[in-house]
């Protein structure tokens, strides 16, 4: 059986549900996985230790290397250590100092302490993953954390047509409005060499599912990553999100396969999978798919239960032809 080599985009809960669901495809192909992770979360624990220690927020990281983590029961409780979440142990006494640990991932703190210790996050990434048995890769877009930045219409409802810039990550994933621009701080960050290299021996690309600006469009916005992106020989596939998020209402399907064109104009893509009920009518998505080269694939990989969710096992069933299907 040929490797199948796959690079799969993004951060957070939807880049874990596109690796869950490759997971679900290695019974029918032979697949070497790796994930390039967003590195520009400054909220909760991740920003925490971002802000009091430096280096890279290691949430999402986290969150990829256990989406990937081996099934022998071991792992399984390595993975949950990661995931566990320190709760407050006491209440604080009157004019001390709360609980520090309180609202930290396992994961997160292992990771930053593997960095420490090893003096290179791709190296720690390394380590944690051996720890969990992970069945692929995980490894930042840049070895130095970024910060988000958007200009974004209509934060304040009193001043509709008035235009702001959010600074962070946390603050363009909530808002309300309607953002007009994104940039990185610093505009230009070094890309991971690992993962360039990754994506230049890539068979194929996948970006999405998740948040459209606050994972997915980063990626494009790395000088390094995206001349990889680029000339990279593979394929490439764009798996759109059920629902519109806080930080994308008012974007449509098309609207987000447009924005991949408006922030990196040269990208081509072969293939965009959508939820057939997600959809509705697929001839908009069909003619944005269309304009990046690319031909729609509907497929229903939502969970069953209404909830805007993919499914990890029926995404997986609807990549299996795709992945494999011959160039």
């Not at 320190?86 to 100092?97: D, I, L, M, S, T």
């Not at 993962?195 to 600006?213: E, H, K, N, Q, T």
């Not at 924005?259 to 965009?272: A, G, I, S």
Request: aromatic share 2%; charged share 20%; hydrophobic share 45%.
């Amino acid at each position: 059986m040929t490797t199948t080599r796959v690079v799969a985009f993004g951060g957070g809960h939807g880049l874990s549900a596109s690796l869950r669901a490759l997971r679900h495809c290695v019974p029918g192909l032979d697949l070497d996985i790796t994930a390039v992770v967003t590195v520009g979360d400054d909220g909760g624990s991740s920003g925490r230790l971002r802000a009091e220690r430096g280096g890279l927020p290691p949430g999402d990281l986290r969150q990829a290397l256990v989406a990937l983590s081996g099934d022998h029961p071991a792992t399984r409780r390595s993975a949950a250590l990661f995931q566990h979440r320190f709760a407050a142990a006491a209440p604080a006494p009157e004019g001390g100092v709360g609980d520090p640990l309180v609202g930290h991932a396992v994961g997160n703190l292992l990771l930053h302490g593997l960095t420490e210790l090893l003096g290179d996050p791709v190296a720690a990434l390394d380590h944690a993953g051996a720890m969990l048995g992970a069945v692929g890769r995980v490894l930042p877009m840049s070895r130095q954390p970024v910060g988000i930045e958007a200009r974004v219409r209509g934060v304040d409802p009193a001043h509709p047509d008035e235009v702001r810039t959010l600074r962070g990550q946390h603050q363009v994933a909530i808002t309300s409005g309607t953002v007009e621009s994104l940039r990185l701080t610093p505009a230009a960050p070094a890309a991971c060499a690992e993962a360039v290299a990754a994506v230049r021996a890539a068979d194929w690309l996948i970006f999405g599912p998740g948040s459209w600006y606050t994972s997915v469009l980063p990626h494009l916005l790395v000088p390094g990553l995206a001349d990889a992106i680029v000339s990279s020989p593979a394929r490439r596939l764009v798996t759109l999100n059920l629902v519109a998020e806080k930080e994308t209402s008012g974007l449509s399907l098309p609207d987000h396969l447009d924005t991949l064109r408006r922030y990196l104009p040269e990208l081509k893509v072969d293939m965009v999978l959508a939820d057939s009920t997600a959809v509705g009518d697929p001839a908009p998505v069909e003619r944005a798919a269309e304009s990046l080269g690319a031909r729609l694939v509907l497929a229903p990989v939502a969970v069953p239960d209404g909830t805007p969710c993919h499914d990890p096992a029926a995404l997986g069933a609807a990549l299996v032809p795709v992945l494999g299907a011959d160039r």
